[in-house]
């Protein structure tokens, strides 16, 4: 293969491949001998599927046998079924990306996965774990946004039923560490220091000093999820920055334009505000039709948020946003399904990444506009 025609996507998934086939091969160099063969490395079951039995064969031993052969087709998914949850709604900026990496990492090792996608919502989100369990999958990779409280019962259910759990974009972290040993990792940004780490370099790069007015619009109410927004509102507060919290409702977690009126009727009531952090990908895609809507030009507010997406790129480009942190969801797509099936396959435990906490502004965007464009970055 010619390696000048590759393109960007290709070029990552085979680096990504080399990966995995380089720490399999060092826990497995040797070829297998007719001795180290183990016959039964499967079993068959019965499950009911809509009202009807259905043989599932699934894998329950891993031999040296098939350990080389996974070394030598680079396919260490096959065999592996796993649900997935993307985070938001089809086709949204931030779970597109996320969708991507994902369906990046099923193609390349063989798994099989289905999409649960969930709007965000995490009431949403608890009720879909139990139907992805009710499909007895090996593997379930879940958004923690409903946090350890909500999450705990079905996933401590899961577990004892042999699934595998892990996690992406947000921490559970006390599941996690019960379950660590079992496969339940962890593939995302750390989200306080993320939103810290934000609000310190707004505060700096705009020149912000005490007294001022910063609005941040977040999710407190989400007990882990809200920490990154918890982190934007500490920055500025010890800046000396006079802060207006608002809370990301259903309705514009769900679709962010449903949030116009909501952002236009806070600067009416502010016109001095001089900093909007907006913690949530979409509602950051939306900042430069919520600045346009409240009659406000790209200089006159310092727009901040997350994640990088095309209208991001293009309200970078026009002026529109100033700072990004971008938290690179593909790796939460991509990850996630290698970490279920290393462990489905090798008994890995589970891994704990972090996915930030790079800034993208106006010097650099440039670098990373055709990764966006191609929905990777």
């Given at each position: 293969m010619d390696s000048s025609k590759l393109s960007r996507r290709d070029f990552m998934r085979m680096s990504a491949l080399s990966m995995v086939s380089a720490i399999v091969a060092g826990c497995c160099p040797k070829p297998v001998t007719p001795e180290e063969k183990v016959k039964e490395v499967v079993v068959t079951e019965i499950v009911v599927e809509e009202g009807e039995e259905v043989e599932?064969?699934?894998?329950?031993e891993v031999t040296s046998e098939t350990v080389q052969e996974d070394i030598e087709s680079g396919k260490i998914g096959e065999g592996v079924?796993?649900?997935f949850f993307p985070g938001g709604p089809p086709g949204g900026p931030f779970c597109t990306v996320v969708y991507n990496g994902a369906l990046a990492a099923a193609s390349d090792l063989g798994a099989d996965v289905d999409y649960f996608f969930s709007d965000w919502n995490t009431e949403k989100m608890v009720t879909q774990f139990k139907e992805a369990m009710a499909l007895n999958p090996d593997g379930i990779c879940v958004m923690g946004h409903p946090g350890d409280d909500a999450f705990e019962t079905v996933i401590d259910e899961a577990v004892s039923k042999g699934i595998i759990v892990t996690s992406q974009n947000t921490t559970l972290p006390r599941l996690e560490a019960r379950?660590?040993?079992?496969?339940?990792g962890y593939v995302g940004q750390e989200l306080y220091e993320s939103g810290l780490l934000l609000g310190q370099e707004a505060v700096r790069r705009a020149g912000l000093a005490a007294g001022d007015r910063g609005m941040v619009w977040g999710l407190l109410s989400q007990p882990t999820r809200g920490l990154r927004?918890?982190?934007?509102?500490?920055a500025f507060e010890e800046a000396g920055l006079t802060v207006d919290y608002l809370e990301i409702d259903?309705?514009?977690n769900a679709d962010p334009a449903a949030g116009t009126a909501t952002f236009t009727g806070y600067v009416s009531a502010n016109p001095d505000v001089k900093v909007v952090c907006t913690d949530h990908g979409g509602l950051t895609s939306t900042?430069?039709?919520y600045l346009t809507a409240a009659g406000v030009g790209p200089d006159d507010i310092y727009g901040i948020g997350f994640d990088l997406s095309s209208a991001i790129l293009e309200a970078i480009r026009g002026g529109w946003t100033d700072l990004v942190l971008d938290?690179?969801?593909?790796?939460?797509?991509?990850?996630?399904?290698?970490?279920?099936?290393?462990?489905k396959k090798y008994k890995f435990s589970g891994l704990h990444i972090d996915t930030g906490s790079g800034f993208a502004h106006k010097d650099n965007v440039e670098e990373l506009a055709p990764l966006v464009e191609a929905q990777i970055r």
């Open positions: 599932v064969t699934r894998l329950v079924s796993i649900v379950y660590k040993g079992v496969g339940f927004t918890k982190g934007v509102i500490d259903d309705a514009t900042l430069e039709t938290q690179q969801p593909y790796l939460q797509g991509y990850l996630p399904i290698v970490q279920v099936c290393l462990t």
